[in-house]
């Protein structure tokens, strides 16, 4: 069968990074593609020069047997090619049909011709069972039916060849399986499909041939049929994995953070309305809930950004600080989702970045001026007592760099090795630890150890709050699971008495 | 057409930028000189004589260079945490009226010794700046209000402040009618650093406020909060620093800044305040700033530059008939130069 699509040795570097290394694949018709690698593989650079917002060093593109035009993404779109990305890429406050009509038209045309593009989506629509509402405007769309429309805008412009940049990361596990299910209603019409991914469950569920990428080589591209989970896992770390650290099983202690019927209004976020919730010394406590349900304001009302409008936040029974400086002072560590925005200042260097949650304590600043030796030497020490590595560390000039040069694993690290040396000011040990997406877009080795971190204060007695969109790690972590669904906390048990299945019934909104 | 940035710095990119921002303000102003109908080097050679050329010259560009200092230090210290202070001419004209409003008035008043006077009217006029920006940060904290805008504009309301002054309660009896204020005692008056020259002690001041702000950067907790806010207000919120107040407290600084600007021009040169005092000093200030990369040492030798071009500009357009506005397009281009020149350090040009 002739491929519809064929890479022929791409090849992309960034600097020193070769992202690509020589990638060549071909894609049938009717085929769903899996393209597995862990983040920073190489997965997104080879669909971005595949779709023209990147230009490959070495290589070529061909689609339907054309050689596609590099750097040219309308030329890709004309070719049939079309992209849903990660990010949604929709105007909120526009309908549905306009978004999917948005930039189809001539700009010349004086009126748009909305009764044949509303012919022409709903027609699309019905084959392949993708039901909207065409005059809903995007914004009032859950994050599932955003998707959809994302897809039937790439139908819509004709596409034959759909690439899907990780979609099952904001969708409840029911939205996945229809999703997978849409998926092979395409390829039964014709359709190509490129599926990216780094979970292995989805892949074996989904896809025809499998491709893993890793370190920006092609290590395998195989049938589905031939391979099993172990060994995908094994072609994509590259090493067998290690097994999670031990946890005891013990009871909890005493409760350390308790929410007590909390509202919270942050500008721009969904808030919280409503929420209860208790987190206890030696236990780990995760949400899980759909992104967007709440879960940001939660994680800014811990972190001391936001404050509640009613209800009571307390902290081993005294109220919760609404100030950062407050909250780091009553030792809770802290660990934010978006680490380069808000966990560190790009521009100061590892050891500033280490030491600026507690700048005025005894420790490095005596009136007013900086302890500047002291606050290298703690840097220093962080560094090497949480295996930050990069170049020039742990020794060279390497803690002088900026913050902004550490890969996001080891920035990672560093973070939350300052957020928990916070308690020990005292020789104590922190009480509460509240992290938010620990391990987004970490590679395997740095989620193992901020894992191993997370279990080992657990262990110690630290009370630990963990909010993820990333149900693996709920699993992995959790002692308790917490679902959070519009703003409140409508379910909470033991991680062992939750089944995938129900734990997405309730992520969904529905009480099981 | 996109920029990428670059994975590393070299060092050979880092030295030689600066060198080509310098080569490429001489071509251009080469070309413009050209245009002009002058010969290029010659040109040239005036305006460096003019303006660093003699030791009258380089008592002239330095005394020029002297509020400069100030204001560009004013500004630097605002940019750095990010509060964009653009009312440094209107803060440097309070800074002239709080200086002779104590030392002129009511200095002859009082009758105190003139060195607690001395130090009385610089701390009048520090504190004129700094309050006055005050209201503007302050507007900027609790209420949103953008800094840009409210020191832009009142810097049109404290002239007419000024103004009314000069023609009213501050008017000079003796100045024919002239709007100017009393003068200053000539006891309060900075003594002479160079023999018949117009340099005044006030450069020394400026070098030592350059000095004294580089250590509170990179000596202090406050310093280093600032540099904090003003990298990712966000993230230094985070950690846990109260953002507000030091964005207030650089206000006052920078105001403070500003006023002495104003205090040291009335005591050094002028005696007296009128309103054309300043040449647009609290504007230059900006220029001087961000030629400086905002770094409080570097603000002196950018200020010093920049007076240069215009000392030199006033000769070389007598020798050689050159319109002075050249000096305007040099300091112009150079600006952009250096400009452009820190970005091609820091990202790479792709053509797509």
Redesign the interface.
């Known amino acids: 069968m002739e491929p519809v699509l064929r890479l022929t040795g791409i090849t992309k570097r960034f600097g020193a990074l070769v992202a690509n290394d020589a990638i060549s694949l071909a894609l049938g018709a009717g085929e769903v593609l899996a393209l597995l690698g862990e983040n920073g593989a190489g997965k997104s650079t080879l669909v971005s020069i595949l779709f023209g917002h990147y230009v490959a060093e070495e290589g070529t593109v061909e689609a339907f047997g054309k050689p596609l035009p590099a750097g040219d993404p309308a030329a890709a779109l004309a070719a049939g090619i079309g992209m849903v990305h990660q990010h949604f890429t929709l105007a909120d406050s526009l309908t549905v049909l306009e978004n999917v009509m948005l930039g189809t038209e001539p700009l010349w045309r004086p009126r748009s011709r909305f009764a044949a593009a509303r012919a022409r989506l709903a027609d699309i629509a019905a084959r392949f069972g993708l039901a909207v509402h065409a005059n809903a405007p995007v914004g009032s769309l859950s994050v599932g039916e955003q998707q959809r429309v994302e897809i039937l805008k790439a139908l819509y412009r004709g596409a034959r060849i759909l690439i899907l940049d990780e979609p099952t990361a904001v969708l409840t596990p029911q939205e996945s399986g229809k999703l997978f299910s849409t998926l092979q209603q395409f390829v039964a019409a014709g359709l190509a499909v490129i599926f990216i991914s780094h979970k292995l469950d989805e892949v074996m569920a989904v896809a025809d041939r499998v491709a893993v990428l890793r370190a920006g080589r092609l290590v395998a591209d195989v049938a589905r049929s031939t391979t099993n989970k172990a060994q995908l896992a094994q072609w994509m770390v590259g090493r067998a994995l290690a097994p999670a650290p031990a946890r005891s099983a013990r009871p909890p202690g005493p409760v350390v953070l308790q929410l007590d019927d909390v509202h919270v209004n942050v500008a721009g976020r969904p808030p919280l309305r409503g929420a209860s919730l208790e987190v206890a010394s030696g236990e780990i406590v995760a949400i899980a809930g759909v992104a967007g349900n709440g879960q940001a304001t939660l994680a800014d009302l811990l972190f001391g950004l936001a404050s509640p409008a009613s209800g009571t936040v307390r902290l081993d029974g005294s109220v919760y600080a609404a100030h950062p400086h407050g909250v780091i002072g009553a030792g809770v560590a802290r660990v934010p989702a978006d680490r380069r925005g808000l966990g560190s200042v790009g521009e100061l260097s590892l050891w500033e970045n280490a030491a600026i949650e507690r700048v005025r304590s005894r420790r490095f600043a005596r009136a007013g001026l900086l302890r500047r030796s002291e606050m290298r030497a703690f840097g220093r020490e962080l560094v090497g007592r949480f295996d930050v590595r990069g170049p020039g560390l742990p020794d060279g000039p390497g803690l002088d760099a900026p913050a902004s040069q550490l890969s996001g694993g080891n920035l990672q690290k560093l973070i939350l090795g300052r957020a928990l040396s916070i308690g020990r000011q005292t020789g104590g040990k922190a009480r509460l630890i509240v992290a938010d997406q620990p391990t987004w877009g970490l590679d395997v080795g740095a989620v193992a150890a901020i894992h191993a971190r997370l279990i080992g204060a657990r262990e110690d007695g630290d009370a630990v709050l963990v909010i993820s969109e990333d149900l693996d790690e709920i699993f992995a972590l959790a002692d308790r699971i917490a679902v959070i669904n519009h703003g409140r906390f409508i379910e909470t048990r033991a991680a062992s008495d939750w089944t995938l299945a129900e734990l997405g019934l309730a992520m969904a909104g529905r009480r099981a | 057409m996109r920029l990428e940035a670059?994975?590393?710095v070299s060092r050979v990119a880092a030295i030689g930028a600066p060198l080509g921002a310098v080569v490429a303000t001489l071509v251009i102003s080469a070309l413009l000189v050209r245009w002009a109908g002058a010969p290029v080097l010659a040109s040239f050679g005036a305006l460096l004589q003019g303006g660093f050329g003699s030791r009258f010259a380089l008592a002239e560009t330095l005394t020029r260079a002297t509020p400069l200092i100030f204001t560009g230090l004013a500004a630097a210290v605002a940019f750095r945490a990010r509060f964009f202070n653009i009312g440094a001419e209107g803060q440097l004209y309070l800074g002239a009226l709080a200086a002779v409003a104590v030392g002129g008035q009511l200095g002859g008043a009082l009758d105190l010794p003139s060195p607690v006077l001395f130090v009385a009217m610089l701390i009048a006029a520090a504190l004129a700046g700094s309050l006055w920006l005050a209201i503007a940060a302050v507007l900027r904290t609790r209420l949103a209000v953008d800094e840009v805008v409210t020191t832009l504009l009142t810097n049109f309301v404290v002239l007419l402040f000024v103004s009314w002054m000069l023609d009213g309660p501050m008017k000079d009896p003796t100045a024919m009618g002239w709007p100017q204020s009393v003068s200053l005692p000539a006891e309060l008056e900075l003594t002479k650093v160079i023999e018949r020259t117009r340099l005044h002690s006030g450069f020394v001041l400026a070098l030592l406020c350059a000095l004294a702000l580089w250590a509170l950067s990179k000596?202090?907790?406050?310093?280093?909060?600032a540099?904090?806010v003003g990298?990712?207000a966000?993230?230094?919120?985070?950690?846990?620093?109260?953002v507000d107040a030091t964005v207030v407290k650089t206000a006052l600084i920078s105001g403070a800044l500003a006023g002495l600007a104003g205090a040291v021009e009335v005591a050094g040169r002028t005696g007296y305040v009128t309103l054309d005092m300043s040449p647009g000093y609290g504007y230059a200030g900006i220029v001087v700033a961000m030629l400086a990369a905002l770094h409080p040492l570097a603000v002196v030798p950018a200020a010093i530059f920049i007076a240069g071009m215009f000392v030199g500009a006033d000769s070389m357009s007598r020798a050689v008939g050159v319109p002075t506005y050249i000096a305007d397009v040099i300091v112009a281009v150079a600006l952009l130069a250096v400009l452009v020149a820190t970005q091609i350090v820091r990202y790479r040009v792709r053509w797509?």
């Open positions: 670059r994975d590393r000596f202090t907790a406050f310093g280093f909060e540099r904090a990298a990712n966000q993230a230094a919120r985070f950690a846990g620093i109260r797509t």
